[in-house]
């Protein structure tokens, strides 16, 4: 029998709801099959922990005396420029911003960049972050430069606001050139020397949501040690991307805009990250609660790592420069063994993304449904689904001068 979402969320009142991880519905569906695993499990909880490089932070200062309209201006934290072109004291910092003096092409043993994601870092850690500020003087915004420190809880409002996460599905990286590459997937050695990826597998909230019955605008989840929302379709949203035949796609596919309250969050699940040759990110944790309405998502949420299959890409010559050429697909059982083969080689494969982390984040998520302090939400609205046949469009190429002869 199916249930409603307003069922599950009165046994979450009344102490009575039956939560499970998404490593523990694997064995329940295997053992019950996925219509007893429907009737007596309520929520399935995901988790995930990486680089989210489409992330940033939204914050407004407050008013200096007198006041400054940082809007026009040049506004840096630590050195690291925010974008300002908004109200007098609104800013928006990225993860991937860096500070002028940066090398940006440098690329040397041991090379460390600090960016914005780790300005976010240190702000969610309580540190004290320099602000610098230059800008025009108006009549009523007459101060035209600033220098202070600022704490997080100095901020009037300071969230999250995160364009692209939680990616359902990605690329393992390879390199088949001559030389060693710096990319945004890490380090990849010459001649098929390593294979970096960068997912939870079967712990990710996606692969358990393939068809965003959960995931849609309003969705309540874990962010970052904090509560967030879905707030749309992230960008490069791609739900058309080919699937097999459990429903999981073959590349990169949906993602998340998410939204949360920095003065919630918790640097255990929120990390600046530096990647050699390539800049700067920001490690996001994700956990997305499934409410198990019906036989079709026990099914989905009991997938394993053996069911999933991703894309490996060379990054050496056709990612950068042309369509990118799939060498074939690989498990995540088989990447998580530590080696894969391609082209005949067994190749070491590596995780950018932590899964003892993300296993944590799923099992936070469900003490917190299982104490009654975390309700689930139902969207106000799906976001684009496998049958709107949406995928990423490429960058038009177009000469400035075409069509004006």
Same mark, same amino acid.
């Given at each position: 029998?199916?249930?409603?979402?307003?069922?599950?969320?009165?046994?979450?009142?009344?102490?009575?709801?039956?939560?499970?991880?998404?490593?523990?519905?694997?064995?329940?569906?295997?053992?019950?099959?996925?219509?007893?695993?429907?009737?007596?499990?309520?929520?399935?909880?995901?988790?995930?922990?990486?680089?989210?490089?489409?992330?940033?932070?939204?914050?407004?200062?407050?008013?200096?005396?007198?006041?400054?309209?940082? %809007? !026009? #201006?040049? /506004?840096?934290?630590?050195? *690291?420029?925010?974008?300002?072109? &908004?109200?007098?004291?609104?800013? $928006?910092?990225?993860?991937?911003?860096?500070?002028?003096?940066?090398?940006?092409?440098?690329?040397?043993?041991?090379?460390?960049?600090? %960016? !914005? #994601?780790? /300005?976010?870092?240190?702000? *969610?850690?309580?540190?004290?972050? &320099?602000?610098?500020?230059?800008? $025009?003087?108006?009549?009523?915004?007459?101060?035209?430069?600033?220098?202070?420190?600022?704490?997080?809880?100095?901020?009037?409002?300071?969230?999250?606001?995160?364009?692209?996460?939680?990616?359902?599905?990605?690329?393992?990286?390879?390199?088949?050139?001559?030389?060693?590459?710096?990319?945004?997937?890490?380090?990849?050695?010459?001649?098929?020397?390593?294979?970096?990826?960068?997912?939870?597998?079967?712990?990710?909230?996606?692969?358990?949501?393939?068809?965003?019955?959960?995931?849609?605008?309003?969705?309540?989840?874990?962010?970052?040690?904090?509560?967030?929302?879905?707030?749309?379709?992230?960008?490069?949203?791609?739900?058309?991307?080919?699937?097999?035949?459990?429903?999981?796609?073959?590349?990169?596919?949906?993602?998340?805009?998410?939204?949360?309250?920095?003065?919630?969050?918790?640097?255990?699940?929120?990390?600046?990250?530096?990647?050699?040759?390539?800049?700067?990110?920001?490690?996001?944790?994700?956990?997305?609660?499934?409410?198990?309405?019906?036989?079709?998502?026990?099914?989905?949420?009991?997938?394993?790592?053996?069911?999933?299959?991703?894309?490996?890409?060379?990054?050496?010559?056709?990612?950068?420069?042309?369509?990118?050429?799939?060498?074939?697909?690989?498990?995540?059982?088989?990447?998580?063994?530590?080696?894969?083969?391609?082209?005949?080689?067994?190749?070491?494969?590596?995780?950018?993304?932590?899964?003892?982390?993300?296993?944590?984040?799923?099992?936070?998520?469900?003490?917190?449904?299982?104490?009654?302090?975390?309700?689930?939400?139902?969207?106000?609205?799906?976001?684009?689904?496998?049958?709107?046949?949406?995928?990423?469009?490429?960058?038009?190429?177009?000469?400035?001068?075409?069509?004006?002869?």
């Amino acid at each position: 029998m199916a249930k409603t979402l307003e069922e599950i969320n009165e046994k979450i009142r009344r102490g009575e709801v039956v939560v499970v991880t998404a490593e523990e519905m694997i064995e329940i569906v295997r053992e019950k099959g996925a219509k007893e695993a429907a009737r007596t499990v309520d929520v399935v909880t995901t988790g995930t922990f990486g680089a989210m490089c489409s992330s940033g932070a939204m914050m407004n200062l407050g008013h200096a005396k007198p006041r400054i309209k940082l %809007g !026009g #201006g040049q /506004v840096t934290l630590n050195g *690291v420029p925010a974008y300002a072109g &908004l109200a007098a004291v609104d800013i $928006y910092l990225g993860a991937s911003a860096l500070p002028e003096s940066d090398p940006r092409n440098a690329v040397y043993p041991g090379e460390f960049r600090y %960016g !914005g #994601g780790h /300005v976010i870092e240190d702000l *969610v850690a309580g540190k004290e972050v &320099l602000l610098e500020a230059t800008t $025009y003087g108006t009549d009523c915004y007459p101060r035209r430069q600033i220098s202070t420190f600022i704490t997080l809880e100095e901020m009037n409002e300071a969230y999250l606001f995160n364009p692209r996460n939680g990616y359902q599905n990605y690329n393992v990286a390879v390199n088949r050139s001559k030389r060693t590459i710096y990319t945004y997937m890490g380090t990849l050695q010459a001649d098929l020397g390593s294979a970096n990826y960068s997912s939870a597998g079967q712990l990710s909230p996606l692969f358990n949501d393939p068809y965003y019955r959960a995931a849609g605008i309003g969705t309540r989840l874990f962010l970052a040690g904090g509560v967030g929302y879905v707030v749309w379709q992230g960008t490069q949203h791609s739900p058309g991307t080919k699937r097999s035949d459990n429903g999981i796609p073959l590349g990169g596919a949906g993602t998340l805009a998410v939204i949360g309250d920095m003065k919630q969050m918790d640097t255990r699940y929120l990390r600046g990250a530096s990647f050699r040759g390539y800049g700067t990110s920001l490690m996001i944790g994700l956990g997305l609660p499934i409410p198990v309405l019906d036989e079709e998502v026990a099914a989905q949420t009991g997938i394993s790592d053996d069911d999933i299959l991703a894309p490996i890409v060379d990054y050496s010559g056709a990612y950068p420069n042309r369509e990118p050429e799939v060498l074939g697909h690989v498990s995540y059982a088989q990447l998580k063994s530590g080696s894969i083969e391609v082209a005949g080689k067994t190749v070491p494969a590596t995780p950018l993304s932590s899964y003892p982390r993300a296993r944590e984040i799923a099992e936070t998520l469900k003490e917190w449904i299982s104490a009654g302090k975390f309700e689930l939400t139902a969207p106000v609205a799906p976001i684009p689904g496998a049958e709107s046949g949406q995928v990423m469009k490429p960058m038009p190429d177009r000469p400035p001068t075409a069509g004006l002869e």
